[in-house]
């Protein structure tokens, strides 16, 4: 067989395997509406729980060919948008909440969130602002171009459409649950990937039937989910306080999902993954190998996290330039954390030294 045949092969088997889990949570009353975004990361998974209440877990952009779309998954299960009882917003990215709002409106649905999101949805684009305010000094301090820091500024700008405020009527603690008539979700608090990203657990495990955990973008299959340094939620308008860890967050995050008992995780893009120990030691050893090679840079010659991503990903340093920088301090913060290197400040730019 050749290789183009091998692969084709393997590609057939994960099809047949997305099926296989597709209908396993489909039994469970648990539906994948895939809504188109136009962000590079594709189609975002919504998930129709059909229960009572009939619930929504998120939404989708705010655009009208994601509610076009929305609007035929829904019809296809014979249902119509004002037949919607519950949304859930799953964190505080556009791609998942953005039609929210809308929906909200149209159906007169209860929203429910994690408390600590529900004021950045409410104020959605002045906490834009605010996180946009707190990624330029970061991005200043970490070396990347003034140039460049202002033209991000400017493109950021442009999506903040594709969300929209929305209102939170009902907000969810850590470790609550959320009752339907044939279920309870356990709601957990997993940050990281950002700061709200919350899990949904549909522990059946006791009458014998498959766990399923709705993860949004804490775990993805195809992608790893990269932890985007964010303004802390607490922080009320502009924030000051020490960088963020995202990757070390996120990491304590990952152990604990790691932990917990499952058959199956749909996820906010992509597949669903039934095997979610595998791909989460997968990625403890991405991580593991993405530091030493950062490890390795810094011991040749001090540098700024800028000129980290730029000797890796090279132009693409420039072009995603802040998602290049989270991805850099994120690991640097596991070197600086094991002692390996330390931060070193000069006129307002920060590099790194190995010890
Ligand atoms: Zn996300």
Sequence with gaps: MSSEEQREQEREQEREQEQRDLAVAREAG????????PFMVGRVNAYLIEDSPLTLVDSGPNS????DELEQALAARGHAVEDIELLVVSHQHMDHFGLASILARRSGAEVAALDLLAPFLANYREASDHDDSFAEQLMLRHGIPPEVVTALRAVSAGFRAWGSPVQVTRTLAHGSELELRDRTLRVLHRPGHSPSDTVFLDDRSDIGEPSILLAADHLIAHISSNPLLTRPLEAEGDYTGPRPQALITYMASLEETRATELSLVLPGHGPPISDHVSLIDQRFRMHARRAEKMHHLIASQPRSAHEIAQELW?????TQAYLTLSEVLGHVDLLLRDGLVVEEERVGVVRFRAT
């Design 30 to 37: 648990i539906h994948r509406l895939a809504i188109p975004t």
């Design 64 to 67: 009208a060919k994601a509610m």
């Design 314 to 318: 090279g132009n693409v340093a420039v």
